[in-house]
Structure formats: structure tokens, C-alpha cells
């Protein structure tokens, strides 16, 4: 397998790819392809939705699940471990009659064909998960940080002053504080960045919906939901939003061993996030079903370049124009930090992810 011909330029391409290759499996296993489209549409038109690809079992008892794009122009990774596994493991698969692999396509369809991280009303979907929504809820350091996180313009001189605010506040309150305060998620400002809305957005209800009519049948299930930009370039982290002592946290760690980290103890990269998708899925599942779940997060760019990226993207979202020659050069910095077109990064985390959804589909499904 050519590992970079699995990447696709655009979210509507992976789409068709992803589909396309689909088909072709329909001689050997049960397909069923579930849409929820979103009302927005793409930059040439086409239709956003999240794919439900179903392979195998209609309700299954056993079930693999795994996602992309949750976080919009992150897609291409988790969208080229679907396509690899449709391509090269499903085609000669036995899957057992109460099994089933699920990939998820598209969690933030508007986000991925718009390269941004946010979905069609600036949110953050994996900080929008949780039941209730607090319009007063923000980090006391975000709210200090705040015109320097989401400058208003980019006067040469202004930023030189919010760039000096935020390495005093490094200074000050040391780098952990730091990425917490931007990457926790905060409910009150809808044009900043982490934003995590005042209502649950419709790719969360869509896929809330999704879990809970397809797999109540469900006992035994493994999810992956790919990311990237955080961590060292091409390395992976798997990231859970439970607690070390909850039961999901260890049943990842005896899927994917030693390997799941929480984001709730401070053992993760990443900092303590609300509203995450994993303890929102979990809600969505039957009870007593077993719930193995990790976010495997490909590292990209140095962190300052990656901060750097989101909050020009931003910029460009509320103040810019993004059909100038500035708005362009902006568009393509996102696509390129989160989606580093590299072709040993993409054989590397291609071949880290594939071995991930290998391991989940060796232990549960055989
Ligand atoms: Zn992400």
C-alpha cells in the first residue's frame, strides 16, 4: 500500500473515495451507509454529512468503531485509516455474525471542506458533548489572555505586545496553566477560540443519534476518533477524557496496553478538557456495554506554530477575508499544520493508526 495516495485533497474527495471503496465490499459483507447531512454545504457546493459506514452485523454485539474529523481540517488522517482499512484489511476479512466495524466519516463535515478546526459556528466539537451549557463558563486565564488568544487585527506592533502577555503569563503561571487556559474550552465568547457553544450542535446530535440507534445491541465496543497537532511530529498519544480509575480507562488499557492516557490526571499531553466526546458517547450506549475508547493524537508542528495557526485562523473567521491572498496563504497554513503534506509523516501515522484499529479488530472482533 502507497501510504500518501491514502491522503485526500479535499474533504468531499475522501468522501467519494471512502464510498467508492465501500461499494466494492458489498460482494462480500453487509453494508449499510447511514448520512445525516448538515444544512451548511461546502466550498464548491457539495453536500457535508456524516457517514455512518457499517460493515457487517446490522445490531451488533460486537463493534469497532472508527472516526474522523471530529475537529474538521484534522480529517485526513483518520479519513485515510478509513480508506486503508476498507482497501486492505475489510476486503478479506471474516468478520463473526455478531460483529461489526463502523467507519465514521466526517464527525465535522463544515470544518474539514473549510479547513477549520470549529464547525460552522465557530464550536469546538469536542468540547460540546456535555448535557448542560454554561454561557458564564471560561478559564480565568483565557479571559485574561483574551484579546492576545483572539486578536482583533494583526498590527504589526499590537501583536508583539500580546505576544509579550503571553509569554509573561507563561512566565508567571508556568506552560501547563498556559494550555489549559486556551485548550480547556470556554462557553462565553462564541468568536473566540475553544469555543464550545451554548447548545449542543447538530454533528454532535447527529452522532449521538447514530450510537444510540445502531449499536444498542451493543456489549463489547472499541473506539478510535483520530486527531492531530498535538505532541512531537509524527508520534501518536492515545488520550482519554475518563478519570484512571473509571472502568472505560482500563478497558482501553487492555485493548491498546499501557498506551491510553487520561486527560483528566495530568498524564496526557494534552490538559483537562469539558464536554468531550468520549464521556458523550458514553451516555449515548447501553449501560452495560464494555466502552473502549481513545483519541490517537498525531503530533504535527511545534506547539507555538500550531497556537500560532488557530489563532490566525480565527482572525481570518471573524476579521479577514478569506478569498485575498492573505486569507488563501491563511486557509492553506491550517491544512498544512494539521495535515502535514510530508509523505514520511503520512507513512509513519498512517502506519501507527492502521496498527491501532488492527489491535482493536485482532482482540474484539475475531
Ligand atoms: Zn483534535
Known amino acids: 500500500m502507497n501510504a500518501p495516495s491514502m491522503f485526500s485533497a479535499s474533504y468531499h ?8 471503496a ?10 449499510l451507509i447511514d448520512s445525516r447531512a448538515i444544512a451548511v ?7 457535508l454529512a ?3 459506514i457499517m460493515i457487517g452485523a446490522r445490531e451488533p454485539r460486537r463493534a469497532v468503531v472508527l472516526s474522523s474529523g471530529t475537529h474538521g481540517a484534522e480529517g485526513p488522517v483518520g479519513s485515510a ?16 455474525k ?9 464527525n465535522n463535515p463544515y470544518g474539514y471542506a473549510w479547513s477549520r478546526r470549529v464547525n460552522e459556528n465557530n464550536v469546538d466539537l469536542n468540547r460540546n458533548f456535555g448535557e448542560s451549557f454554561d454561557p458564564q463558563k471560561c478559564n480565568p486565564g483565557y479571559e485574561a489572555l483574551l484579546e492576545a488568544i483572539n486578536p482583533p487585527d494583526l498590527d504589526e506592533t499590537r501583536e508583539l505586545a500580546r505576544k509579550a502577555h503571553m509569554d509573561q503569563f507563561v512566565a508567571e503561571h508556568g506552560a501547563r496553566a498556559f494550555q489549559a487556559a486556551l485548550s480547556e474550552g470556554q462557553y462565553k465568547y462564541p468568536q473566540g477560540v475553544q469555543f464550545g457553544g451554548q447548545a449542543q450542535q447538530a454533528s454532535v446530535r ?11 445491541a451493543t456489549r463489547q465496543l472499541a473506539w478510535l476518533d483520530y486527531h492531530t497537532g498535538l505532541g512531537v511530529a509524527g508520534e501518536c498519544e492515545l488520550i482519554t477524557g475518563f478519570t484512571p480509575d473509571s472502568r472505560p480507562y482500563a478497558l482501553a488499557n487492555r485493548l491498546w496496553p499501557g498506551q491510553v492516557k487520561s486527560a483528566t490526571s495530568g498524564e496526557s499531553l494534552s490538559a483537562p478538557l469539558t464536554g468531550v466526546m468520549d464521556l458523550g458517547l458514553a451516555r449515548a450506549l447501553p449501560p452495560e456495554c464494555d466502552f473502549a475508547f481513545a483519541f490517537p493524537e498525531f503530533g504535527t508542528y511545534p506547539v507555538e506554530h500550531v497556537l500560532q495557526t488557530l489563532r490566525l485562523d480565527n482572525w481570518l473567521a471573524h476579521h479577514g477575508d478569506r478569498a485575498s491572498p492573505l486569507g488563501q ?4 497554513r491550517m491544512r498544512e499544520t494539521f495535515s502535514p503534506g510530508n509523505p514520511d509523516w503520512q507513512t509513519k501515522v498512517l502506519g501507527t493508526g492502521m496498527g491501532y484499529a488492527r489491535q482493536a479488530i485482532d482482540s474484539l472482533l475475531q
Request: glycine share 4%; aromatic share 2%; net charge negative.
Open 13 to 20: 474527495e475522501a468522501r467519494m473515495r471512502l464510498l467508492d
Open 22 to 31: 465501500v461499494h466494492m465490499l458489498t460482494a462480500r459483507h453487509s453494508v
Open 41 to 47: 454545504k461546502g466550498p464548491s457546493g457539495e453536500t
Open 50 to 52: 456524516l457517514d455512518w
Open 81 to 96: 485509516v478509513q480508506l486503508a482499512v476498507a482497501q486492505s484489511v475489510l476486503p478479506t476479512l471474516a468478520l463473526p
Open 98 to 106: 455478531d460483529a461489526a466495524i463502523i467507519l465514521q466519516h466526517g
Open 206 to 216: 447527529h452522532l449521538m443519534a447514530l450510537t444510540r440507534e445502531h449499536l444498542s
Open 329 to 332: 496563504q491563511l486557509v492553506a
